[in-house]
């Protein structure tokens, strides 16, 4: 599997198709996180503010990475496999590990921005969990939108934005418990360093077992589909 995950990286970063994502995180950081923070309140709401952001690019990003290897070529590594469970989760790793890279590079102005402010280690580590929890949510996100699930490209574009907007308007009232608490967590970091990290451990939850249904539910209609 390590290996496998390995390969689709090395495809993926071959491709030049990591380009597009790491533009438009250049340009956030450029045009938005570059302005210097009045205080610790400010540089929480950024860890929020980046979560929210990053979970489309995040999304559009597993998504890329998975439709890099040809229909044939995954058919193949199926085969050698000897199953489907294998590929499927070397994808999700290699995803995974891509969207992880990204949030190192889009997240370290916050980092500096928060220790600048004056911002104590607990909300900056709650802050960090946050947006990796949020990157492997949106990495599920991406999967059910790739090829492999989703072939035409157009529905498969569609389905990714729709997916992004859903998970934003339903997190705007009561069933944001069946979605990513998106509005919550932008909340929690707006209200403050210890707002988020009192809210961090039900936030955590919730992006958890969200993300473990949503990769259940993926690799069991990915097996039947392979």
Known sequence: MIALARFQVAGYLRSLRVLPPLIVILLLLALVLFQPPVGARLATGAFGDVAAFMFPVWAWAARSLLDTQPDEQRALSATAAGGPWTPALAGLLAAGSVNLGLAVIVLAVPVVQGLVAGLAALPVLAGLALNALVAAAATLLGAWTSRALVPDPGVSLLALLGGATAALLLSLGPLDVVSVPMISW???AHDGPDVLVSAFPGLGA?????????????????????
């Open 206 to 226: 919730h992006l958890a077992l969200w993300t473990a249904a949503v990769g259940l539910a993926y690799l069991l209609v990915r097996r039947t589909r392979t």
């Open 186 to 188: 932008i909340r929690a």
